[in-house]
């Protein structure tokens, strides 16, 4: 019996889980993401989206205010 014991004890020094993979592993992750979302939102990344988003918005009122139901385009 003692044996069995000693057995279960070691597998489960063995498969439980390193510390690299805990705490500090999952707050690496995070900064990491964080700072990237951080570098979308301030500079070129946070601009470029916004004055697409902008330019595609005045494309379409244009082409709607063209449009004739018709099938004519105004000129």
Not at 32 to 52: E, F, H, N, Q
Request: proline share 5%.
């Amino acid at each position: 019996m003692a044996r069995i014991a000693f057995t279960a004890a070691s597998s489960a020094k063995f498969f439980s889980p390193r510390p690299t993979q805990g705490a500090a592993a999952i707050a690496a992750v995070s900064v990491t993401r964080m700072s990237s979302r951080a570098k979308l939102r301030s500079g070129v990344g946070g601009i470029i989206p916004d004055l697409l988003v902008h330019l595609v918005g005045i494309v379409a009122l244009q082409s709607l205010d063209n449009h004739d139901p018709h099938g004519k385009l105004d000129q």
